[in-house]
């Protein structure tokens, strides 16, 4: 029996940022704790960048999608989160690059930052078109009869 296959058409965009969040989270636990076993903390910027963008922003994106079904499957949700992700990775890469001193990386942040803008301002477009409030929780437990 083999495992049902997920293709790039059946994941959602909630789905695709929580995913991204946990690997974002791995390399922000792992950096931090090779900080604290090496005594150097100069990329901590790196670290916090990781979290905050990486962990933190993409869990978030998640939540608002899942509770947004229709936003769901919408080529422009998944975009925005590919968009945001890539941005990370080389924005965190160069900001990498400028603290471990080479000056070269600050054109490849500048980039790396517009693109993360032009992610948000995805998101902004598809929160100010959703237009419907958000799916109701559903509830954890239901009246006995």
């Not at 900080?35 to 608002?64: E, K, Q, R």
């Not at 900001?95 to 930052?113: D, I, K, R």
């Not at 032009?118 to 998101?123: D, P, R, S």
Request: charged content about 5%; aromatic content about 8%; some cysteine.
């Amino acid at each position: 029996m083999t495992a049902p296959s997920m293709t790039a058409s059946s994941i959602t965009a909630s789905a695709a940022s929580f995913r991204a969040a946990c690997l974002f989270a791995i390399a922000g636990i792992g950096m931090g704790i090779g900080m604290a076993a090496s005594h150097d903390h100069t990329l901590m910027p790196v670290h916090a960048h990781i979290n905050l963008m990486g962990w933190v922003s993409l869990f978030l994106f998640g939540i608002y999608y899942r509770l947004h079904p229709a936003l769901e499957t919408r080529r422009l949700a998944l975009a925005q989160v590919g968009l945001w992700s890539l941005g990370t990775v080389v924005l965190v890469a160069a900001v990498a690059g400028l603290h471990l001193g080479y000056p070269a990386f600050e054109p490849v942040a500048a980039l790396a930052s517009l693109v993360v803008l032009a992610a948000f301002g995805l998101f902004a477009v598809l929160v100010f078109r959703s237009g419907g409030p958000a799916r109701a929780p559903s509830p954890l437990m239901t009246p006995a009869e």
